[in-house]
């Protein structure tokens, strides 16, 4: 008998300098919601956010030797007006590239204060 999977991804790890000014970033410039910010220890704390439309949320890490701040890339947030999301983002000091257009979606990418690179992702319309 196959255990049974986890149906979906709870949590990305994302590894930064200064959980504080990550937070302030996610929270201020993205519109991220905080879950959860609470002491893990005598220098670490546990800082859970999630988009504001829900789905798999994010902590801020600085305790894995093998995650280096800005190395992850390519987490994508979907939303359903790319033009309108990048617009926002720009208005509110967001360094986001131009939409750009391929089979798979409209998009448009930007890094957070660490390098993190992130994809708003708007899917192709159904025919």
């Known amino acids: 008998m196959m255990p049974t999977m986890p149906e979906s991804i709870a ?8 959980p504080d000014a ?3 970033f996610y929270v201020d ?3 991220f919601e905080v ?5 893990m220890g ?3 704390r ?3 956010l999630t988009p504001s439309g829900g789905g798999a949320h994010i902590t801020l890490v600085t305790w894995f030797e093998k995650l280096s701040a ?9 939303v359903d007006d790319v ?4 617009a926002e983002l720009a208005e509110r000091g967001v360094d986001v590239g131009e939409v750009q257009t391929q089979p798979w979606g409209r998009f448009a990418t930007f890094r957070d204060l660490d390098g993190n690179g992130w994809v708003i992702q708007q899917p192709p319309t159904r025919a």
């Open 83 to 86: 033009d309108a999301r990048r």
């Open 46 to 48: 546990w800082i859970e």
């Open 11 to 18: 949590i990305v790890s994302l590894p930064v300098t200064d």
């Open 22 to 24: 990550a937070k302030a």
């Open 42 to 44: 005598p220098a670490q």
């Open 35 to 39: 879950v959860r910010d609470n002491p």
């Open 70 to 78: 800005g190395g992850q890339q390519g987490l994508v947030l979907r």
């Open 29 to 31: 410039m993205l519109g």
